[in-house]
Nanobody, 123 residues
Framework: QVQLVESGGGLVQAGGSLRLSCAAS????????MGWFRQAPGKEREFVAA????????HYADSVKGRFTISRDDATNTVYLQLNSLKPEDTAVYYC????????????????WGQGTQVTVSS
């Protein structure tokens, strides 16, 4: 069982940066692949980034590649998403998710979800 709590969202101007954090409970955090997804109003939830259990492999949606960076710190049971060069179209609720398997781009692969944190980018 893994419980996830996101933080770090807020209001930022276009071109700005934010760092999202996802704190996980549970002794087996280091064995989970972790992902970030987002959902904008009126749209479906979409994949943003994922990191393998070892941290050796990362994947990004094309829309955020080169701007966002996912990382993890197993010592503190935390996964991060650094958001740089933010655009108004990045506005969404951002969700952290955990997968005991390899982790991928489909939300169906993730069994544990946080409540989300709002990111709003003004133009």
């Amino acid at each position: 069982q893994v419980q996830l709590v996101e933080s770090g969202g807020g209001l930022v101007q276009a071109g700005g940066s934010l760092r999202l954090s996802c704190a996980a409970s549970g002794r087996t955090f280091s064995s989970y692949a972790m992902g970030w997804f987002r959902q904008a109003p009126g749209k479906e939830r979409e994949f943003v980034a994922a990191i393998s259990w070892s941290g050796a492999t990362t994947h990004y949606a094309d829309s955020v590649k080169g701007r966002f960076t996912i990382s993890r710190d197993d010592a503190t049971n935390t996964v991060y998403l650094q958001l740089n060069s933010l655009k108004p179209e990045d506005t969404a609720v951002y969700y952290c998710a955990a997968d005991p398997a390899r982790g991928g781009v489909s939300s169906d692969e993730y069994g544990y979800w946080g409540q989300g944190t709002q990111v709003t980018v003004s133009s």
